[in-house]
């Protein structure tokens, strides 16, 4: 089954809340990955949280270009029971 993000939700800093379209839901902290000429960027909270679900690429992505793989936030996301 391929990965897709299905909703994201801005919580607060650098996490983000997501579910996939296997109905999986968790958070993630991405403050560790935000380095280098194009997440950097992303360090500003108020370009951070306006990231939005793109239709074509199923994932998480701002508007500076930035996006990460469905498969990458999966794997580091903590599941919420």
């Known amino acids: 089954m391929f ?4 909703e994201a939700r801005y919580l607060h800093d650098y996490v983000i ?5 296997d109905g ?3 958070k993630i902290d991405l403050e560790s990955e935000l380095q280098g000429e ?3 960027p992303l360090r ?3 370009l951070f949280e306006r990231f939005k679900v793109d239709p074509e690429l ?7 270009g930035a996006d990460l793989a469905p498969e990458f936030l999966y794997e580091n996301m903590r599941i919420l029971a």
């Open 3 to 6: 990965l897709h993000v299905k």
């Open 38 to 40: 194009v997440f950097g």
């Open 44 to 46: 500003d909270k108020q």
């Open 17 to 21: 809340w997501l579910r996939f379209n």
């Open 58 to 64: 199923e994932t998480v992505v701002w508007e500076n």
């Open 24 to 26: 999986a839901e968790g």
